[in-house]
T-cell receptor, first 114, second 113 residues
Framework: AQSVSQHNHHVILSEAASLELGCNYS??????LFWYVQYPGQHLQLLLK??????LVKGIKGFEAEFIKSKFSFNLRKPSVQWSDTAEYFC????????????FGTGTRLKVLA | GAGVSQTPSNKVTEKGKYVELRCDPI?????LYWYRQSLGQGPEFLIY????????DSGLPNDRFFAVRPEGSVSTLKIQRTERGDSAVYLC???????????FGPGTRLTVL
């Protein structure tokens, strides 16, 4: 079965620190990749997505992610985090087996200290 | 509002009762998805509608769970004989067509006592 792994469950950073959150998936075929964010008390929002083309994807709020096919990875990065980035981050995959459902990772809770 | 809406936002019920959760997708979106999110976990897929038909219901955990979308817009997730293990946040999402970005609603937090 397809799966998505997010290795960091809780991350605590100080403001201005750099962020990298890992995401690995287990399917070898064509997939679409997503990062969603859930701010406290809010619903899931799309940060960025990869369908094809340039493997370095830029999203909202200064986030970017790099798709490395050989490593089945889609890590999320931000060079300098802000207190307002405190949230839970989910990596998701869809497309395996011709279905459209998302398979989500377990999420990473990020806390940014002011 | 232009987003996905879900009602109720919170539902508390007793073990064995029947519940209905409603999702109103973004207007014009033909694809609708239901997910369930338990504490400390990522959302888990339940069912996907394309128009009025369930295109993929492989995530429904058992026959106590059922969902409909009779007119291709609003969807209702129905849970019979609720169990304490059904307690979770039930999320609905929609997209313009199958595949691509999904837009999520705020969820319904279901608590089964």
């Amino acid at each position: 079965a397809q799966s998505v792994s997010q290795h960091n469950h809780h991350v605590i950073l100080s403001e201005a620190a750099s962020l990298e959150l890992g995401c690995n998936y287990s399917y070898g075929g064509t997939v679409n990749l997503f990062w969603y964010v859930q701010y406290p008390g809010q619903h899931l929002q799309l940060l960025l997505k990869y369908f094809s083309g340039d493997p370095l994807v830029k999203g909202i709020k200064g986030f970017e992610a790099e798709f490395i096919k050989s490593k089945f990875s889609f890590n999320l990065r931000k060079p300098s985090v802000q207190w307002s980035d405190t949230a839970e981050y989910f990596c998701a995959v869809n497309g395996p087996s011709g279905t459209y459902k998302y398979i989500f990772g377990t999420g990473t809770r990020l806390k940014v200290l002011a | 509002g232009a987003g996905v809406s879900q009602t109720p936002s919170n539902k508390v019920t007793e073990k064995g009762k029947y519940v209905e959760l409603r999702c109103d997708p973004i207007s014009g979106h033909t694809a609708l998805y239901w997910y369930r999110q338990s504490l400390g976990q990522g959302p888990e897929f339940l069912i996907y509608f394309q128009g009025t038909g369930a295109a993929d219901d492989s995530g429904l955990p058992n026959d106590r769970f059922f969902a409909v979308r009779p007119e291709g817009s609003v969807s209702t997730l129905k849970i019979q004989r609720t169990e304490r293990g059904d307690s979770a946040v039930y999320l609905c999402a929609s997209s313009p067509e199958g595949g691509g970005e999904q837009f999520f609603g705020p969820g319904t937090r279901l608590t089964v006592l």
